[in-house]
């Protein structure tokens, strides 16, 4: 079945620390799209990028796509409390995906400590 | 404007019983498609519906259904419930496809 991989599973930092996360797919993915999940409650989208290379700010959230479009990371500077949550990435396999269309990764749970 | 309305918002029921989960998309939106996530599994995709028809389904078995009406209003239905079903069900709409979702707040099953 598609997967993608995020890395790390949990990350702890203290306020004011940038911090980066990584989503891989071993398949070229049509779609990327970063959303947050406060616990037990619905996502909230981030940003979704499309081309290979492509990066997208907002506030002091950045994601980028690499040229392969296989693998993508989010960056955050200068943490936040308000920042914590479960980041997850997510992506649209096209149709090598199959009967998977849209596969999430697990998450990244991140804490930030005042 | 108006969220993503999922009801109920907490569910328990028990093996073998069947359920109906409800969701209601932001206005003018036209796709809805429902989510499962646990923490062994993650966040998965169980199907979209689209003007009523649905255009795209996950890999999960045939127990698990859903419709879509005229108002884009959705229902998802898990007959025979089993344990593994106890999860988290999202339901996200967005105007045209699987791009941009806006979800709800989830229905928790539990299921005894």
């Known amino acids: 079945s598609q997967e993608l991989e995020q890395s790390p599973q949990s990350l702890i930092v203290q306020e004011g620390k940038n911090l980066t996360i990584n989503c891989t797919s071993s398949?070229?993915?049509?779609?990327l799209y970063w959303y947050k999940q406060k616990y037990g409650e619905g996502l909230i989208f981030l940003m979704m990028?499309?081309?290979?290379?492509e990066e997208k700010s907002h506030e002091k959230i950045t994601a980028k796509l690499d040229e392969k479009k296989q693998q993508s990371s989010l960056h955050i500077t200068a943490s936040q409390p308000s920042h914590a949550g479960i980041y997850l990435c997510g992506a649209d396999m096209g149709p090598q995906g199959g009967s998977e269309k849209l596969v999430f990764g697990k998450g990244t749970k991140l804490t930030v400590n005042p | 404007k108006a969220g993503v309305t999922q009801t109920p918002r907490y569910l328990i029921k028990t093996r073998g019983q069947q359920v109906t989960l409800s969701c209601s998309p932001i206005s003018g939106h036209r796709s809805v498609s429902w989510y499962q996530q646990t923490p062994g599994q993650g966040l998965q995709f169980l199907f979209e519906y689209f003007s009523e028809t649905q255009r795209n389904k996950g890999n999960f078995p045939g127990r698990f259904s859903g419709r879509q009406f005229s108002n884009s209003r959705s229902e998802m239905n898990v007959s025979t419930l089993e344990l593994g079903d106890s999860a988290l069900y999202l339901c996200a709409s967005s105007l045209e496809g699987l791009e941009k979702l806006f979800f709800g707040s989830g229905t928790q099953l539990s299921v005894l």
């Open positions: 990028l499309q081309k290979g290379g």
């Open positions: 398949k070229t993915l049509y779609g």
